[in-house]
Nanobody, 123 residues
Framework: QVQLVESGGGLVQAGGSLRLSCVASGFRFDNYAMGWFRQAPGKEREFVAHINWSGGWIGYADSVKGRFTISRDNAKNTVYLQMDRLKSEDTAVYYC????????????????WGQGTQVTVSS
C-alpha cells in the first residue's frame, strides 16, 4: 500500500523559510515522479511543484516559482520542498503525491491523500 508521510510544517513569519519532507513507501520510489500540492481554507487543492524520478526535470506553479525548491533523495525515499520568502498566501496544508508524466504533463496517481503538514505564515 502506498503511504506518504509529510512533515516539517509549522508557524513562520512572512519572509521566512521552511523545509518540508515527505517519506514514501509502498511503491518503487525511483520509478515515479513526485509532487507537492497544497490546500488553503475555503479553497481547492492546488498544484505546487513536481519532480521526475532523477530530479532532472522540475516544474513549479507560477505562484511559487523562484521561492520554492523541490528536490528528492531516492536513497531515502524522500521528497523535499524548500520554501523561502514565504508569504501569507502560502498558508495551507501541504501534501505530497507520486505520479507519472503523460506527454510531459505530471499526473498524480489515484491514491488517498496523506494527512498533510500545516504551514502557517504570519505577518
Amino acid at each position: 500500500q502506498v503511504q506518504l508521510v509529510e512533515s516539517g510544517g509549522g508557524l513562520v513569519q512572512a519572509g521566512g523559510s521552511l523545509r518540508l519532507s515527505c517519506v514514501a513507501s509502498g511503491f518503487r520510489f525511483d520509478n515515479y515522479a513526485m509532487g507537492w500540492f497544497r490546500q488553503a481554507p475555503g479553497k481547492e487543492r492546488e498544484f505546487v511543484a513536481h519532480i521526475n524520478w532523477s530530479g532532472g526535470w522540475i516544474g513549479y506553479a507560477d505562484s511559487v516559482k523562484g521561492r520554492f525548491t523541490i528536490s528528492r533523495d531516492n536513497a531515502k525515499n524522500t521528497v523535499y520542498l524548500q520554501m523561502d520568502r514565504l508569504k501569507s498566501e502560502d498558508t495551507a496544508v501541504y501534501y505530497c503525491a507520486h505520479g507519472l508524466y503523460y506527454d510531459g504533463t505530471y499526473k498524480r496517481e489515484n491514491d488517498a491523500w496523506g494527512q498533510g503538514t500545516q504551514v502557517t505564515v504570519s505577518s
